[in-house]
């Protein structure tokens, strides 16, 4: 890959880990993928407080009528 000038080490080289490039003439179609995950999109949140994250997924589901799926978790607080 370093021979064929397929990693990016960052303006003025400043990342510690390379970064793999992508050309568009690679890509199916000419079209960059939004997101690396191929899978059933599946968002966690371990956080989940007011559930801000549950309410956004469901209403771009709505939007655009995917098919997302979210998991919430709320540990109680402990003293």
Do not use: C
Not at 24 to 51: H, K, Y
Not at 59 to 75: F, H, K, P, T
């Amino acid at each position: 890959m370093v021979t064929e000038n397929r990693l990016y080490w960052g303006p003025n080289e400043s990342y510690q880990k390379p970064r793999i490039k992508r050309f568009l003439i690679e890509i199916q179609d000419g079209i960059v993928p939004s997101t690396w995950w191929t899978f059933d999109d599946v968002v966690l949140d371990f956080f989940s407080g007011s559930a801000a994250t549950s309410h956004a997924v469901m209403s771009l589901n709505a939007e655009d009528g995917g098919n997302r799926r979210y998991i919430m978790v709320q540990l109680p607080r402990t003293l």
